[in-house]
């Protein structure tokens, strides 16, 4: 496979997980619009889209006909315009998919589903005319044909060349919602039918620039968090495979120094340092916690033979290392990760949502290019470095040991991609037993135990300083 395969390849998965994320949030608000009260129906199809067996027939069949549909399209194009094809179709299908997503949030409580033959609102359904809906009456149709011609020049198969046909089908269901529109809210849906398209944008899109405007901060960090990722993605896929040695040192130089000057171009806008959880706070939960899940690490590597001899270590080599991993990976990656996307979604949505959305993205930093092997484990290591920030209260311990357990790994390991090392043999179960209990008790201890011992020492100290005050 060529580096252009191996290209392709990796942005047809980026571009397929974006979609199922996608998919998942639109079903999630399906889920909850079938427990609200039904109000204004027509068409004679109305009823079905109350109905859960609905989805789930249409739904099975819909997905097993575009599977029996997954072949490639008789084209056969050159490498040049593989290239072109590669870059405009997944820019066009990420703007689709991002249209879609953004009307579906822009909706709220207010998205459902229609068919052709029918549609039906809320009892006291409310007109939504802001974000996307104020350059298009229907944006999350325009942007599903965005995402079918993207597919259609990056995949090149006849199942999103039927996804792109579909838009007849769409017009159809669109003309059903506007009928049910206008029956219930009258002169207020022709006021806004007249001062917005249906399908293609005007030019000026002042309206659309005030919501973005009104948006609250931490949703508009993790926008901007997006756009900071999305020019590096390409780049980063094609420099894995292609780019070795010192000048892949120094291309990841450079990505750090960008990704660091974007968190605190992002971050310091909004909040203080103090907030980011750059400070000294809890540094020994940290430090102890990650000591433990580096000794794990290093057990769980050493229990291993991976075949071939480890590298060998010149002191050129270990200053790179050391300054590259404790200065540069450590520090940015929980600056950005458990520093700013931590406090966005911590600010926006609370603890759950902190944690395991800083860990979600973690892992999509490092899943492309080493695998889902690797990318189950990150989600691990990611879930502890929320743990750690949530416990300490500051990133400062988890920047120390990202680095150092990064770095133990790489010396101990004789490639860093584990992928190509083939079969290795278990010499020593016992060390990987050890090891992996090592890891396991870490975020066992930061979620349950933790407070509990907190609490201990409290009790402790305040016993000790009634008795010192005793005569």
């Known amino acids: ?116 033959m029918g549609a039906q609102l809320f009892a006291g359904h409310k007109l939504v005319t802001q974000g996307p809906f104020a350059m298009v009456r229907h944006p999350m149709y325009l942007g599903l044909l965005l995402f079918g011609l993207g597919g259609v020049l990056l995949y ?42 249906a399908w293609l944008p005007r030019i000026d899109l002042q309206p659309a620039r005030i919501h973005l405007r009104q948006l609250r901060i931490e949703q508009s960090a993790l926008l901007e ?65 990650g000591a433990a899940l580096i000794a794990g690490r290093m057990l769980v590597v050493l229990a291993v033979d991976w075949g071939p001899p480890r590298q060998q270590l010149t002191m050129l080599r270990v200053l790179a290392d050391l300054g590259f991993y404790l200065l540069l990976v450590g520090p940015v990656e929980e600056l950005l990760f458990r520093g700013l996307v931590y406090r966005a979604l911590l600010n926006r949505r609370g603890l759950r949502w902190a944690i395991w959305g800083s860990a979600l993205a973690f892992v999509l930093w490092h899943i492309f290019g080493q695998g889902p092997l690797v990318g189950a484990a990150v989600l691990l290591y990611g879930l502890i470095f929320a743990l750690m920030r949530w416990r300490a209260g500051g990133i400062l311990g988890a920047a120390i040991v990202h680095g150092w357990m990064d770095i133990a790994s790489l010396w101990l390991l004789p490639d860093g991609d584990v992928l190509g090392l083939g079969r290795p043999q278990l010499p020593h179960p016992g060390w990987l037993f050890l090891g992996l ?33 005793l005569p």
């Open 1 to 116: 496979m060529d580096a252009l395969e191996q290209l392709e390849l990796w942005t047809g998965r980026l571009l397929g997980l974006f979609a199922a994320g996608v998919l998942v949030v639109l079903l999630a608000g399906i889920a909850r619009g079938l427990r609200r009260p039904a109000g204004r129906e027509s068409g004679r199809a109305a009823g079905l889209v109350r109905s859960p067996l609905f989805y789930v027939v249409v739904s099975v069949a819909y997905f097993a006909f575009l599977g029996w549909l997954w072949r490639p399209l008789p084209v056969d194009p050159s490498p040049a315009v593989r290239w072109t094809l590669l870059v405009t179709g997944f820019l066009l299908a990420v703007c689709g998919l991002g249209m879609v997503l953004w009307g579906r949030l822009a909706l709220g409580r207010e998205y459902f589903v229609s068919s052709g």
């Open 156 to 197: 090149r198969t006849w199942t999103f060349a039927f996804m792109t046909l579909q838009v007849f089908g769409l017009a159809l269901r669109a003309r059903q919602e506007e009928r049910t529109l206008q029956a219930e809210f009258g002169e207020q849906w022709l006021a806004y039918t007249r001062r917005v398209p």
């Open 225 to 289: 968090v997006g756009l900071l990722f999305l020019p590096a993605i390409p780049a980063y896929l094609w420099m894995w495979p292609n780019v070795q040695g010192e000048s892949l040192l120094l291309a990841n130089v450079v990505t750090y120094v960008y990704v660091l000057a974007g968190t605190l171009f992002i971050g310091l806008r909004r909040w203080s340092w103090q907030d980011l959880g750059v400070n000294t706070k809890g540094l020994w939960v940290s430090l102890l916690s």
């Open 437 to 469: 209990a090592l890891i396991a008790a870490v975020p066992l201890y930061l979620w349950l135990l933790h407070s509990r011992v907190e609490r201990l020492l409290q009790r402790v100290k305040v016993k000790k300083n009634i008795n010192a005050s």
